[in-house]
C-alpha cells in the first residue's frame, strides 16, 4: 500500500512535507496493520529528529525493599516508535517515569541519544525530551495559547519574554493539533479530549526528540485517537507511549514492550509480542487474533474465556 505524501508547504517560515494538521491526518488510513514506513518519514517541526533510547537493567521503587520496575532492559532507534502495553499495575507508568528522569533509577541507566540521563541538567533533557501525562492541570487559569506556549520554556534565555520563534513554534503546534479555533479559551474551559491536544501540541512547541506520553488516547472519542495516533506516526521524533488498546497499539508502534508484574517480558516487533498466547496469558483473557476479509487486515478480539 503506497503511503499519502501530504504536500509540501510553508510553515513557520520553514518548508516542510507534513501533514499539515490533525484534519489532514484524518485523510490517514489508520486501519492498516502496520503504517507504511515511509509516514515515519515526515515531522511537525519541520528539521526535527529523533534520537536512541536505551534502558540498561533498570530499576526503581520508592524504596531499595520496592521494586516497581526492574531488570528492564531495551533500545530503540532515532524516530521508532515504542508502545508499552500490560495490565493494570504492570509498572508502565512508573517506566516512563524513569525514562523522562522523573524519578532517578535505584538501579541501571537510561540513555539518551548515548549519553546517560542523569548526566544531563533537567533543561537540557527538557530540550530534548518532551512528556504528555495522564494527569490534567484542573484549574488551569491560562488560555489554551499561554499552555501550549509553556512548551517553549526550556528554550527560555534568562528572563527574557517570548521571543518571535517561540510564538512561531506555539502557532505552529496549535496548527497541527487543529487548535487555533480554540486558542484563546480558556484550557479549564475545554474538554477532556481538547485539553489532551492542548498537551500534546504544548509537548511538539518544546520541540523534542523524544516525546514520552502516558495513554494519550484517554480521553478521546474513536476519531481523535485515531487521529493523534496518525498525527504522531508522522513524526519524526522518537516516540515512547503508554497504550491500554492492543489493537492500536499494533497499528501505531515500530515496537512493543509487554509488561508484566513489573517486569518487561517481551520487547520486539509488534507482530511477534502481540501473540494470542501473550496477551492472553498476561491479560488473563482469552485473546484472538482474526484475520479481517480483504487487505491482509488482523484485529484482536477479547473475551473472558480461560486463557
Ligand atoms: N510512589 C509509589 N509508591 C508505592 N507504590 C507505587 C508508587 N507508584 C506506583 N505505585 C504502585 O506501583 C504499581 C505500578 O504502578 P504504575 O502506575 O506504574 O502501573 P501502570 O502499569 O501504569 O498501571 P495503569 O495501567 O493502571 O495505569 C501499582 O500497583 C501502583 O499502585
Known amino acids: 500500500m503506497g503511503a499519502i505524501l501530504p504536500p509540501e508547504k510553508s510553515c513557520g517560515g520553514k518548508t516542510c512535507r507534513t501533514s499539515s494538521s490533525i484534519v489532514s491526518a484524518r485523510l490517514l488510513k489508520f486501519t492498516t496493520p502496520r503504517l507504511p514506513s515511509t509516514w515515519g518519514g515526515l515531522d511537525v517541526s519541520c528539521d526535527t529528529r529523533g534520537i536512541s533510547v536505551r534502558a540498561v537493567d533498570l530499576g526503581w521503587g520508592p524504596k531499595p525493599s520496592q521494586f516497581l520496575v526492574r531488570d528492564v532492559s531495551f533500545s530503540?532507534?532515532?524516530?521508532?516508535?515504542?508502545?508499552?502495553?500490560?495490565?493494570?499495575?504492570?509498572?508502565?507508568?512508573?517506566?516512563?517515569?524513569?525514562?523522562?528522569?522523573g524519578v532517578a533509577p535505584l538501579e541501571g541507566r537510561v540513555e539518551i541519544?548515548?549519553?546517560?540521563?542523569?548526566?544531563?541538567?533537567?533543561?537540557?533533557?527538557?530540550?530534548?525530551?518532551?512528556?504528555?501525562?495522564?494527569?490534567?492541570?484542573?484549574?488551569?487559569?491560562?488560555?489554551?495559547?499561554?499552555v501550549v506556549l509553556m512548551g517553549r520554556v526550556p528554550w527560555r534565555e534568562g528572563l527574557t519574554g517570548w521571543t518571535d520563534q517561540d510564538r512561531d513554534e506555539a502557532r505552529h503546534a496549535l496548527e497541527h493539533l487543529d487548535l487555533l479555533s480554540l486558542a484563546n479559551r480558556q484550557f479549564s474551559t475545554l474538554s477532556g479530549g481538547e485539553k489532551q491536544r492542548v498537551l500534546v501540541a504544548r509537548a511538539l512547541a518544546q520541540n523534542p526528540e523524544i516525546l514520552i506520553l502516558d495513554e494519550p488516547t484517554n480521553h478521546l472519542d474513536i476519531r481523535h485517537q485515531l487521529e493523534i495516533l496518525a498525527l504522531l506516526a508522522t513524526l519524526r521524533l522518537t516516540i515512547v507511549?503508554?497504550?491500554?488498546?492492543?489493537?492500536?497499539?499494533?497499528?501505531?508502534?515500530?515496537?512493543?514492550?509487554?509488561?508484566?508484574?513489573?517486569?518487561?517480558?517481551?520487547?520486539?516487533?509488534?507482530?511477534e509480542v502481540l501473540t494470542d498466547h501473550a496477551i492472553s496469558g498476561t491479560f488473563g483473557v482469552l485473546a484472538e487474533r482474526q484475520r479481517m476479509a480483504g487487505a491482509g487486515l488482523s484485529r484482536f478480539s477479547f473475551s473472558l474465556g480461560s486463557s
Open 76 to 101: 530503540i532507534g532515532g524516530g521508532d516508535r515504542l508502545a508499552i502495553v500490560g495490565p493494570n499495575g504492570a509498572g508502565k507508568t512508573t517506566l516512563l517515569r524513569c525514562l523522562y528522569r
Open 241 to 271: 507511549t503508554t497504550l491500554h488498546d492492543i489493537n492500536l497499539a499494533a497499528d501505531f508502534a515500530t515496537h512493543v514492550a509487554l509488561m508484566q508484574s513489573g517486569r518487561m517480558i517481551a520487547f520486539g516487533h509488534p507482530d
Open 113 to 146: 541519544d548515548g549519553h546517560d540521563i542523569t548526566d544531563l541538567t533537567p533543561r537540557q533533557v527538557a530540550r530534548r525530551v518532551a512528556v504528555v501525562l495522564q494527569e490534567m492541570p484542573a484549574d488551569f487559569p491560562f488560555t489554551v495559547r499561554d
